[in-house]
Nanobody, 121 residues
Framework: QVQLVESGGGLVQPGGSLRLSCAASGRIFSINSMGWYRQAPGKQRELVAATTSAGSIDYADSVKGRVTISRDNAKDTMYLQMNSLEPEDTTVYYC???????????????WGQGTQVTVSS
């Protein structure tokens, strides 16, 4: 069974920084894309940042210049460095990954349980 576990969320003041981590564990053959999404109550889940094994990166316009996504393939771990945080960034952040469990199999969509980020004075 594959599991994604997020960490690093918490309470910060406006203008502060957080570093989120997402670790994938279990029987993993390979990972294609990994990304961070966020979803406020009653709203659609939206992409924050995503990266593929080939190196392509996408950022949401609302966070460009303030966040950096990185990936340690050896550890199957992904990070999201967030700076200059704003109250509007307050919500639950979710880790997502496309994981292949065996050679010749299809990629499975996996989601973490989420980590809360609160930006408030």
């Amino acid at each position: 069974q594959v599991q994604l576990v997020e960490s690093g969320g918490g309470l910060v003041q406006p203008g502060g920084s957080l570093r989120l981590s997402c670790a994938a564990s279990g029987r993993i053959f390979s990972i294609n894309s990994m990304g961070w999404y966020r979803q406020a109550p009653g709203k659609q889940r939206e992409l924050v940042a995503a990266t593929t094994s080939a190196g392509s990166i996408d950022y949401a316009d609302s966070v460009k210049g303030r966040v950096t996504i990185s990936r340690d393939n050896a550890k199957d771990t992904m990070y999201l460095q967030m700076n200059s945080l704003e109250p509007e960034d307050t919500t639950v952040y979710y880790c997502h990954a496309e994981i292949k469990l065996a050679w010749g199999s299809t990629f499975r969509q996996s989601w973490g349980q989420g980590t809360q980020v609160t930006v408030s004075s």
